[in-house]
T-cell receptor, first 111, second 113 residues
Framework: GQQVMQIPQYQHVQEGEDFTTYCNSS?????IQWYKQRPGGHPVFLIQ?????EVKKQKRLTFQFGEAKKNSSLHITATQTTDVGTYFC???????????FGTGTRLKVLA | NAGVTQTPKFQVLKTGQSMTLQCAQD?????MSWYRQDPGMGLRLIHY???????DQGEVPNGYNVSRSTTEDFPLRLLSAAPSQTSVYFC????????????FGPGTRLTVL
């Protein structure tokens, strides 16, 4: 079945450093979503990308969708302790309404 | 709006027991899903529904049953609990159509002894 691979699995950074997580699919995606889950919490929607090569920004967060629509990235500039959590990408399985999640990247920010 | 609610928050079962995890949403969303979350495995889809009376299997459906008799409710039934079903379970809902965000409930932490 369709798989969405996400790397790295863990990332520890010093506060103020940048952070990037990558999401890769073997098939072309119609869209991709990103979610954040704080420790002990539930996933919360961040953004959706639809167009080839699309770039969207939310303050210090930059989201990109690859030209071939098979990969995506989330980049955080100058991390803060409030960025701690697990970041997931999610994409619809081909021809269905169901969303498949990546394995997530767990971010720790050291003050 | 309460959004997506789940009960109970915590549950401990013995192997072989059955139980139902409750999920309700008050946003009139057509699509609802159940996920389980295990360390290092991300969120894996168990079952989903695109409307009342319509359900389908996800990635890991074995050992779980669902039904959708109303738009609001989407209960998940464990027929005979096994230790491998120890996990955190999340229910989610979203409006119909392509690419709408999912709203997640707070989760149920289940331990099977």
């Amino acid at each position: 079945g369709q798989q969405v691979m996400q790397i790295p699995q863990y990332q520890h950074v010093q506060e103020g450093e940048d952070f990037t997580t990558y999401c890769n699919s073997s098939t072309t995606l119609s869209n991709i979503q990103w979610y954040k889950q704080r420790p002990g919490g539930h996933p919360v929607f961040l953004i959706q990308l639809v167009k080839s090569g699309e770039v969207k920004k939310q303050k210090r967060l930059t989201f990109q969708f690859g030209e071939a629509k098979k990969n995506s990235s989330l980049h955080i500039t100058a991390t803060q302790t409030t960025d701690v959590g697990t970041y997931f990408c999610a994409a619809p399985a081909s021809g269905t309404y169901k969303y498949i999640f990546g394995t997530g990247t767990r971010l720790k920010v050291l003050a | 709006n309460a959004g997506v609610t789940q009960t109970p928050k915590f549950q401990v079962l013995k192997t072989g027991q059955s139980m139902t995890l409750q999920c309700a949403q008050d946003m009139n969303h057509e699509y609802m899903s159940w996920y389980r979350q295990d360390p290092g495995m991300g969120l894996r889809l168990i079952h989903y529904s695109v409307g009342a009376g319509i359900t389908d299997q996800g990635e890991v459906p074995n050992g779980y049953n669902v039904s959708r008799s109303t738009t609001e409710d989407f209960p998940l039934r464990l027929l005979s609990a096994a230790p491998s079903q120890t996990s955190v379970y999340f229910c989610a809902s979203r409006p119909s159509g392509v690419g709408n965000e999912q709203f997640f409930g707070p989760g149920t932490r289940l331990t099977v002894l």
